[in-house]
């Protein structure tokens, strides 16, 4: 199984990145999907996740209302739509997947991408 994140990038206060995640060696009906962040000498968070059954999504409260989570299982990717971003959105973000119910709990998850620099700055 192997996760690839891309879309990482530098952005200005305010501005908008996506980031995506390519799954392959699993079939992403039947997981699970999420992404995490982390800043240096930080623990990971828990950033958004959508469920694997009927696309119901769960957002961290600094990220509510800015990023969207979408899922799309033909193509065996993920997504994470972030606009306004801040300079305390700046991280390494990790994409990551498990079989069955959807959680913001790190440790449940079985699959990990390789993470994508995301850094917010004037």
């Known amino acids: 199984v192997q996760l690839q994140a891309s879309g990482g990038g530098l952005v200005q206060p305010g501005g908008s990145l996506k980031l995506s995640c390519a799954a392959s060696?699993?079939?992403?009906?039947?997981?699970?999907l999420a992404w995490f962040r982390q800043t240096p000498g930080e623990e990971r968070e828990g950033v958004s996740c959508?469920?694997?059954?009927?696309?119901?999504?769960h957002y961290t409260d600094s990220v509510a209302g800015r990023f969207t989570i979408t899922r799309d299982n033909a193509k065996n990717t993920w997504y994470l739509q972030m606009n306004n971003l801040k300079p305390e959105d700046t991280a390494v973000y990790y994409c990551?997947?498990?079989?069955?119910?959807?959680?913001?709990?790190?440790?449940?998850?079985?699959?990990w991408g390789q993470g994508t620099q995301v850094t917010v700055s004037s």
């Open positions: 990551a997947a498990k079989p069955g119910t959807m959680t913001l709990n790190t440790y449940e998850y079985d699959y």
């Open positions: 060696g699993l079939t992403l009906d039947y997981y699970a």
């Open positions: 959508i469920s694997s059954r009927n696309g119901r999504t």
